[in-house]
């Protein structure tokens, strides 16, 4: 075979087509993923509205939500607090795809088997320190987290072996922070029953709900995207307190 001068560019521009047929092919097929997942989410069931016993209105914008928290709500800390082990997922990587979280992010959390603690810091506590940017959300009324007059503050620690990621927060109050795929969100936490924990996640995309129910046994974090019909659970069991 003779090579010419143009052999080269013929080159390159094989290798540039290839590249953007690639490209195309990638987007089409998570765009099928996507639709899959919203599709099989639909069809395999109804979304129940029992997790609306809790409280929660059904659409998931912020401010309406937040009204409904208009009484007080003192945990039951004996539940709240301890270390959970993931225990099994539901609808989970479905969730995650439709909501377009990246191949590689996705297969990394979903392949990993997180640990979870939850613990109360009062601010006495050598632990505590006061948080920036953390405003009081005034549509609630359990705002700062007090218990016979001692403030406190949650921790939530979620462990990974590649990482550990860290939520420290009031009760009724809103602050900033970039998720793991970059994107900001805007989070506020209360409680709307002794066991009964709720995440609200507002971004630019979509809102979210996060709620953790809690029990002898563990907790279930039930996700859910009331706009788009998607709800993922994930289960954690409570690890024996060391004697």
Same mark, same amino acid.
């Given at each position: ?11 390159? +521009?094989?290798? @540039? &087509? &290839? @590249? ?9 097929? $998570? ?13 395999? #069931? ?19 939500? +937040?009204? &409904? ?16 082990? $993931? ?5 989970? =990587? ?9 191949? +590689? ?10 640990? &979870? ?6 601010? %006495?506590? %050598?632990? #505590?320190?006061?948080?920036?940017? $953390?405003?009081?959300?005034? %549509? ?5 987290? =007090? ?19 860290? =939520? ?8 900033? *922070?970039?998720?793991? %795929? ?16 709720? $995440? +609200? *996640? ?7 709900? @996060? @709620? ?32």
């Amino acid at each position: 075979m003779r090579l010419t001068r143009k052999t080269p560019i013929m080159l390159i +521009l094989a290798t @540039i &087509v &290839v @590249i953007l047929i690639f490209a195309f092919l990638k987007n089409v097929i $998570h765009e099928l993923e996507k639709q899959e997942a919203l599709l099989s989410m639909f069809l395999g #069931y109804e979304l129940d509205d029992a997790w609306r016993t809790v409280r929660v209105l059904e659409n998931v914008t912020a401010a309406e939500n +937040l009204t &409904v928290n208009q009484v007080k709500v003192e945990p039951d800390w004996s539940l709240v607090q301890g270390t959970f082990t $993931h225990l099994k997922d539901e609808n989970f =990587e479905s969730f995650l795809i439709a909501v377009g979280v990246p191949y +590689l992010v996705r297969s990394f959390i979903v392949k990993t088997t997180p640990t &979870v603690t939850i613990e109360r810091l009062y601010q %006495d506590s %050598d632990y #505590y320190y006061e948080l920036e940017d $953390h405003n009081p959300n005034t %549509d609630l009324d359990q705002v700062g987290g =007090e218990d016979g007059g001692r403030v406190y503050q949650i921790l939530i620690n979620t462990i990974t072996w590649l990482k550990t990621n860290t =939520e420290r927060f009031r009760l009724g109050y809103s602050f900033m *922070k970039k998720d793991f %795929d970059g994107s900001p969100s805007k989070n506020t936490y209360y409680f709307v029953s002794p066991s009964v924990l709720v $995440h +609200l *996640k507002e971004k630019e995309q979509f809102n979210t709900n @996060i @709620i953790r129910s809690f029990d002898r046994e563990g907790f279930v974090m039930t996700i859910i995207n009331k706009k788009a019909g998607m709800k993922a659970k994930r289960y954690f069991l409570r690890e024996p307190e060391e004697a």
